[in-house]
């Protein structure tokens, strides 16, 4: 196990490689806005892994915010699996 997926929930890294999976259907770069209805909980869990240096948002406009992964968030997908562009 890598150091941050041990810093990782289980809830959390599942959210992490869903929101990773999604990105191939969105050219590597998948919008927060209906993606998953995100309970307060997904939205903690969101923050944490902003924290953890894994994702970060870019917003394109008021209404159009897209999920980027770090090299670190790159990495840890890879180990699970999950290939981003």
Partial sequence: MTEVSAELSPTTLKLFLYVAGEAKH???????????PF???DKG???HLKKL????????DRDNHQIRFTR???ALAAQHGVKLL
């Avoid at 969105?26 to 998953?36: A, H, M, N, S, V």
């Fill in 26 to 36: 969105w050219d590597g770069t998948p919008p927060i806005e209906g993606l998953i």
């Fill in 39 to 41: 309970s307060h909980e």
């Fill in 45 to 47: 869990r969101f923050t």
């Fill in 53 to 60: 240096g894994l994702l970060f948002v870019d917003e394109v």
């Fill in 72 to 74: 670190k968030g790159s």
